[in-house]
């Protein structure tokens, strides 16, 4: 059955009834629902429409956060191939929140790195709910400088509520290893191309996504911390996250009109979890044709254009 998300009732009452008429059509041949059933179809398809015509910043966060949203391993095994997973940071231990490794793009040698949220309980718990500790950061690090030794491309897929808060990985230096991607983003001699995928959430998603080029899908979120979270902060109410959500500016139509992000990739009616070939095939093409575009410029070219770009962000804000 289709999780359905709190604005989205009246879509799933309709299609409720249809799964309802489809079941009784199936046990008795002599009924025959299919007028009906094509109606409510039709009214399913225009409510759908309608809902996510008129979106809220809050609705948006709940439609990035979706449980059926596609993540990291569907995107690599949509458009990546011969892809090779690395483990380990080479320091202290292997990170599952965060995958990286190295495949091919449209036969292209590229390096991979994103966070992988899970399909299920038991994989969620497996990757942390997407929430990289210091040392997924500092695998990245490595993948990266591997990347840049054989000149190899990046691209990196950003899924996280944030980095994880917990007392081990702050003891271990979770904001020194995020700055460190950081830093290590902005020094690569080779093209990186980051989406936003679903959530970003503070650091732990700009220390894999300062790059050259960022996107986002239609419906996902990018912010400096969560509604909720920036809630409890400005008022103690963790109730109120749909007031800051408008007010943060978290959307990718706010970012892009901001400068953040470079472009945003339509979703489906629905958001991508209706209809995930589509959105990997438009994140496909986005991806293919920024590598084309930053595939001219020579090293320091590309290390000038992205510090120049973060540092242009807020410059004409007025």
């Known amino acids: 059955m289709r999780s359905y998300l709190e604005f989205e009732k009246p879509v799933a009452d309709i299609e409720g ?12 041949d002599n009924v025959d629902l299919a007028a009906e059933i094509t109606r409510l179809e039709r009214r399913a398809t225009e409510t759908l429409a309608e809902l996510y015509s008129r979106l809220t910043p809050w609705d948006k966060t709940q439609v990035a956060r979706h449980p059926d ?15 090779t997973v690395l483990a380990g940071d ?4 292997d990170d ?6 190295f495949g ?11 966070h992988e949220k899970g399909a299920d309980t038991q994989s969620r718990l497996k990757h942390n709910f997407g929430m990289a500790r210091p040392e997924g950061y500092r695998k990245a690090v490595r993948v990266m400088d591997m990347a840049c030794r054989f000149g190899i491309p990046v691209i990196t897929l ?3 509520p944030g980095a994880y808060p917990g007392v081990g990985a702050e003891e271990r230096g979770q904001a020194e290893a995020i700055a460190r991607s950081i830093e290590k983003c902005m020094s690569l001699t080779v093209p990186i191309v980051s989406v936003i995928t ?49 007010a943060m500016k978290i959307t990718a139509q706010d970012l892009r009109q901001l400068g953040v992000i470079d472009g945003i990739i339509d979703e489906p009616v629905g958001g991508a979890h209706r209809e995930p070939s589509v959105v990997m095939a438009g994140t496909a093409q986005t991806i293919r044709a920024a590598l084309d575009e930053l595939a001219g410029l020579n090293s320091e070219e590309l290390r000038r254009q992205r510090r120049e770009k973060f540092l ?7």
């Open 96 to 101: 599952e929140a965060v995958l990286a490794g």
């Open 158 to 160: 950003v899924d996280t």
């Open 69 to 83: 949203r596609p993540h990291f391993k569907d995107y690599v095994d949509a458009f990546i191939t011969d892809f």
């Open 312 to 318: 242009a962000i807020g410059r004409n804000l007025g």
């Open 198 to 246: 679903g959530e970003g959430g503070s650091g732990g998603a700009i220390a894999i996504a300062t790059a050259n080029r960022v996107y986002m899908l239609e419906h996902s979120v990018y912010s400096v911390a969560s509604p909720e979270a920036a809630a409890s902060i400005l008022w103690r109410d963790s109730g109120r996250a749909k007031d800051v959500a408008a």
């Open 17 to 28: 009834r249809i799964h309802e008429l489809r079941n009784m059509a199936q046990q008795d």
């Open 104 to 114: 091919r793009f449209d036969g292209q040698s590229v390096a991979v790195i994103g």
């Open 90 to 93: 080479r320091y202290f231990a």
